[in-house]
DNA sequence: TTGAAAGCGCTAACAT
DNA sequence: ATGTTAGCGCTTTCAA
């Protein structure tokens, strides 16, 4: 293997001189332009593949502001949650098959790590940006979606302005995982609320408390716990819920982290799962299998949502007049033995 | 129409205009240069606030295309394994003091998606990139090292080729998990390794190995299974380990992802940890402690891995002239109480 | 069918 | 201290 071949720095110029022809000719041929003499074609392209060039996208960006760079941002939360691995999975693999680059963001729920990744990526030149905002009045992503900027918001929307988002029917997952806690027999069922600033997590509280007024079983505020979405929370609220006077039989946890969070304490305590309390989760992972009991979860297509918001964002990039959009996906309650 | 004009993005031009100087002049502004009248200076600023403006970062990646853009690229072979982003976790926080902006690129084992992306890296002219190449003799990442990009590979090394590297102590860090095993009594320890071309999983191989020896005991092949690095390789492979005439008494594994398949297996069959078999994995997660029972781990510093590799590269993109060097990070045994 | 040239926004060498 | 200008690699009129 020579220098030459694996140094790979050509452009346009040294390609157009080898070719003896201009470099808008070897343009027209690397962008497929019809006007090109096929004979000048072949040269070209052979040319192309000898030099092993390859067009350089900065370029191309900076001077095609408002075409396509086919480039997206994603603007992530929480790397460290699967749920939103498992989104980015689903979008890496739209963005692969239609042949769009990918710029990840993950602000760890840092509202200043959040702003520089923005202006970032605005400065980047993204063709469109798939967030999940911190929440619903994040005024940050909101400016972005005026700019004109193609967005597609996924697990919660934004207010005030128009546009494409993707959801789940958080409320009635909510209430089918607590309805069935209460077909099970369980009186007592607590839940632990994600940030409450977050739609999803208040729709699914409102999902939990349909369940218990539909089953007949009173609301008790003291069996509501409200947290981040950090593994922590979960396991100080589910610590304060277990010391409570008359404790719950039955846990329903808003997100993931909590829901190992909570796991950890229940574990801690040495309290056996379902005798002593029964645990739902909202959020599935593909490892709640592995979990001792497996974890009876309300499950998120994840990888779906990913797939739809990477769908709609390029559907807007290609079509920016049409109408925005909301898809809301289903829930499907995974039941296994923790409850 | 209105509206994007209304949220134009300036540039220095504009500027320049409105302060009545020339682009170079505002140029030096924002690069803090000192030869400019503290005067202009604030004139400047101020109107660079008004504007709100901020350099492109496409233009200056494109004029600079040697000197720094603060753009990063990570290349990460699964991001749903808990260790890779816990990796980027301290890459990220590296950057983001130092001002890099992260292109992360997830090419999910997929060998052509690992060749896409390393184009793109090239193409948008990244200041340096940290790796986990596919294996040690990954052409693709050793040539792309030839050309001079400053490149930190983490969690395995790359031949024939001069390069910054990261790496934990795997052999010793193995070896301490299955001495830990054989002094705890158990006699039949099984291993069931990541895919084997991967000097990761050959280096454990051989601290098991060791142990085993030291602590007198005999290796049987038929108690050492080779996977790839996928969840699905753990449930089967220790399905198989099971169904043994004489049977394992406990279990190494060695990765999160093998662990977490092998504890499905072992729940599926209703078998108790660490009655039934002793599991002990390389790899902690944040929530090990969350599964029942909490299991006993090696734990690699995920997060300082991704911290010193993002310092290397940083260092060595401000001085390429230093010297390669290689980092050996410790292991740490978490003992709970699956074994 | 092809080429010449402008210009995207920026930096730096050179000039004033 | 400040301005002028070339050029990074590319696309796209406009001309030929």
Same mark, same amino acid.
């Given at each position: 293997?020579?220098?030459?071949?694996?140094?790979?720095?050509?452009?346009?110029?040294?390609?157009?001189?080898?070719?003896?022809?201009?470099?808008?000719?070897?343009?027209?041929?690397?962008?497929?332009?019809?006007?090109?003499?096929?004979?000048?074609?072949?040269?070209?392209?052979?040319?192309?593949?000898?030099?092993?060039?390859?067009?350089?996208?900065?370029?191309?960006?900076?001077?095609? $502001?408002?075409?396509?760079?086919?480039?997206?941002?994603?603007?992530?939360?929480?790397?460290?949650?699967?749920?939103?691995?498992?989104?980015?999975?689903?979008?890496? #693999?739209?963005?692969?098959?239609?042949?769009?680059?990918?710029?990840?963001?993950?602000?760890?729920?840092?509202?200043?790590?959040?702003?520089?990744?923005?202006?970032?990526? !605005?400065?980047?030149?993204?063709?469109?940006?798939?967030?999940?905002?911190?929440?619903?009045?994040?005024?940050?992503?909101?400016?972005?979606?005026?700019?004109?900027?193609?967005?597609?918001?996924?697990?919660?929307?934004?207010?005030?302005?128009?546009? #494409?988002?993707?959801?789940?029917?958080?409320?009635? /997952?909510?209430?089918? @995982?607590?309805?069935?806690?209460?077909?099970?027999?369980?009186?007592?069922?607590?839940?632990?609320?994600?940030?409450?600033?977050?739609?999803?997590? $208040?729709?699914?509280?409102? /999902?939990?408390?349909? @369940?218990?007024?539909?089953?007949?079983?009173?609301?008790?505020?003291?069996?509501? *716990?409200?947290? #981040?979405?950090? &593994?922590?929370?979960?396991?100080?609220?589910? @610590?304060?819920?277990?010391?409570?006077?008359?404790?719950? #039989? @039955?846990?329903?946890?808003?997100?993931?982290?909590?829901?190992?969070?909570?796991?950890?304490?229940? &574990?801690?305590?040495?309290?056996?799962?379902?005798?002593?309390?029964?645990?739902?989760?909202?959020?599935?992972?593909?490892?709640?299998?592995?979990?001792?009991?497996?974890?009876?979860?309300?499950? !998120?297509?994840?990888?779906?949502?990913?797939?739809?918001?990477?769908?709609?964002?390029?559907? *807007?990039?290609?079509?920016?007049?049409?109408?925005?959009?909301?898809?809301?996906?289903?829930?499907?309650?995974?039941?296994?033995?923790?409850?």
């Amino acid at each position: 293997m020579t220098i030459e071949n694996v140094y790979k720095i050509s452009n346009l110029k040294k390609v157009a001189e080898k070719a003896g022809v201009s470099i808008a000719t070897v343009s027209r041929v690397v962008n497929n332009s019809p006007n090109v003499n096929p004979e000048t074609r072949i040269k070209i392209e052979k040319i192309i593949k000898d030099l092993k060039y390859s067009p350089n996208r900065v370029a191309k960006r900076l001077r095609n $502001r408002n075409a396509s760079g086919n480039l997206l941002g994603v603007l992530i939360p929480d790397i460290q949650n699967p749920f939103y691995v498992e989104v980015l999975r689903g979008i890496e #693999d739209i963005a692969y098959k239609k042949k769009y680059a990918l710029i990840v963001c993950n602000f760890s729920q840092d509202e200043n790590k959040e702003k520089m990744y923005l202006d970032i990526l !605005q400065s980047e030149s993204v063709d469109g940006l798939i967030a999940a905002p911190t929440h619903e009045h994040d005024q940050k992503v909101i400016n972005l979606v005026k700019t004109g900027l193609p967005i597609v918001c996924v697990d919660r929307g934004l207010v005030d302005v128009d546009v #494409d988002v993707v959801l789940v029917e958080n409320r009635k /997952g909510a209430y089918s @995982a607590v309805d069935y806690l209460a077909k099970k027999g369980y009186r007592r069922i607590a839940y632990i609320s994600g940030i409450p600033k977050l739609p999803s997590s $208040r729709d699914r509280e409102l /999902g939990y408390r349909d @369940a218990l007024e539909a089953n007949k079983l009173p609301v008790c505020s003291e069996l509501i *716990r409200y947290g #981040d979405s950090r &593994h922590e929370s979960g396991v100080k609220l589910c @610590a304060e819920l277990l010391e409570l006077p008359d404790p719950p #039989d @039955a846990l329903f946890t808003g997100n993931n982290l909590i829901t190992l969070g909570a796991l950890e304490t229940i &574990h801690k305590k040495g309290l056996k799962i379902p005798g002593d309390i029964a645990v739902l989760g909202f959020d599935d992972m593909y490892w709640s299998i592995s979990l001792n009991p497996p974890l009876t979860a309300v499950r !998120q297509p994840a990888y779906e949502i990913g797939k739809c918001a990477a769908e709609q964002l390029i559907s *807007r990039i290609t079509n920016p007049d049409r109408p925005t959009s909301s898809m809301v996906l289903k829930t499907e309650l995974m039941i296994r033995n923790s409850c």
